[in-house]
C-alpha cells in the first residue's frame, strides 16, 4: 500500500513539474509576443489553484488557515486591482475618425446592400461592421485562400499594370476597391513601403511608378472614382 501511494504521490507532483514548466513557457512567449499573454493568463489562473494544496503547501497551513491564505491573497489583488481600475475610470475621452466615418455613410447610402468591396484589412473590418457589405479580406481571419485573395487585393499597391490587376480583382468578384494614399506613400523606413516589398514579390515591374500613385492622380481608363475625401478613395471596379 505505502508503494502505491508513494507512486500517486510522484504521478500528482510529476503533473505540477509538467504545468509548471508549460507555464514558465507561456510567460516566456508572452514576454517575447504581447498578444500570446492569451495562453499564460488561463493558465496562471489555473496554477494560482495550488495556493490551497495540502500536498504542496501543508506547512504554511499549519500556521495559516487556508481561508486566511486566500483573502490576504485577494485582498493584495485588489489593492492594486482597485487602482486600476479607478484610473481607466478616469480616462474620459472620444475616439474620432471623420473621414472613416464619411465613407461607411457614403458606403450605406450609395451602395447595393450586396456590393462587394476590398481594401487594406484594418479598413474592411470596419466596412464589415459598420455596413455589413461583403468584403473579400477580413483581418481576424486567415486561411491559405484568403492570404492569396489578400496578395491579389495588395497588388493595387504594387508597380504591375492596371489593366492586369483589374482583371484579377473582377475575378474575385470586388466591385468597389478602397484605395488609401497612407499605404502606398507610408515608409517606415527604407525598403519597407508597400511598392518596395512588391519590387521582391514582383522583380519584373520593380523601378516603375508604383499603381495607386497613378491611380490616386488619375483612375481612368480601368476605374472611375465614385466618391473621395482626405483619406479614402473609393474606385468603381467596371467590366
Not at 71 to 87: D, W
Amino acid at each position: 500500500m505505502r508503494g502505491k501511494e508513494r507512486q500517486e504521490d510522484h504521478f500528482i507532483r510529476g503533473e505540477v513539474v509538467y504545468h509548471a514548466l508549460q507555464l514558465v513557457i507561456f510567460a516566456i512567449l508572452a514576454i517575447l509576443v504581447m498578444r500570446l499573454k492569451l495562453f499564460l493568463t488561463p493558465h496562471m489562473c489555473i496554477m494560482a489553484s495550488l495556493v490551497c494544496s495540502k500536498q504542496l503547501f501543508g506547512w504554511v497551513f499549519y500556521k495559516i488557515q487556508p481561508g486566511t491564505l486566500v483573502v490576504a491573497i485577494l485582498a493584495m489583488m485588489a489593492f492594486e486591482g482597485i487602482a486600476n481600475v479607478q484610473k481607466e475610470w478616469s480616462i474620459v475621452g472620444e475616439f474620432s475618425n471623420l473621414p472613416q466615418e464619411e465613407l461607411l455613410m457614403w458606403i450605406k447610402a450609395n451602395t447595393k446592400e450586396d456590393a462587394v468591396f476590398a481594401g487594406a484589412m484594418p479598413t474592411m473590418a470596419s466596412v464589415k461592421l459598420s455596413t455589413l457589405r461583403p468584403i473579400v479580406n477580413h483581418p481576424h481571419y486567415e486561411d491559405a485562400g484568403l492570404r492569396a485573395r489578400t496578395k491579389i487585393v495588395y497588388s493595387m499597391y504594387s508597380r504591375k499594370p492596371a489593366k492586369e490587376v483589374k482583371s484579377e480583382l473582377l475575378k474575385l468578384g470586388i466591385d468597389y476597391y478602397i484605395l488609401e494614399d497612407s499605404w502606398c506613400l507610408r515608409r517606415t523606413k527604407p525598403g519597407c513601403s508597400m511598392p518596395e516589398i512588391w519590387d521582391i514579390e514582383d522583380p519584373a515591374n520593380a523601378g516603375k511608378t508604383p499603381l495607386c500613385k497613378m491611380l490616386s492622380k488619375n483612375p481612368r481608363p480601368f476605374f472611375r472614382t465614385v466618391f473621395d475625401n482626405s483619406i479614402f478613395k473609393v474606385l468603381e471596379v467596371r467590366e
